[in-house]
């Protein structure tokens, strides 16, 4: 963990960025493994949230909201949206 925090110290931006969209798609694939290969069910729900979470934080963040409070309120809509 700590190497991947100094990483933008010694990487260019286009390989953090790189990085960054990696290491997403790796959580995206690994929560699929868990619900879809280990238990056995198939759901695309969690995607959607997956995605309504990134479209809400790009939103916020081009409107002029600090990226960082814009994932965390993002995160508070996507789980309002999700709430049964």
Same mark, same amino acid.
């Given at each position: 963990?700590? #190497? #991947? ?6 990487? +260019?931006?286009?390989? @953090? ?6 290491? /997403?798609? @790796? /959580? ?41 409070? +814009? ?9 309002? @949206? +999700?709430?049964?």
């Amino acid at each position: 963990i700590l #190497l #991947l925090a100094v990483a933008p110290q010694f990487l +260019s931006a286009g390989a @953090v960025d790189r990085m960054t969209a990696l290491f /997403i798609y @790796v /959580i995206l694939a690994a929560m699929w493994n868990a619900l879809a290969g280990f238990g056995g069910l198939v759901s695309v729900g969690q995607q959607v949230f997956f995605g309504l979470g990134a479209y809400f934080a790009i939103r916020l963040a081009n409107a002029g909201l600090n990226p960082f409070v +814009s994932l965390f309120v993002s995160a508070v809509i996507v789980g309002a @949206v +999700s709430w049964p």
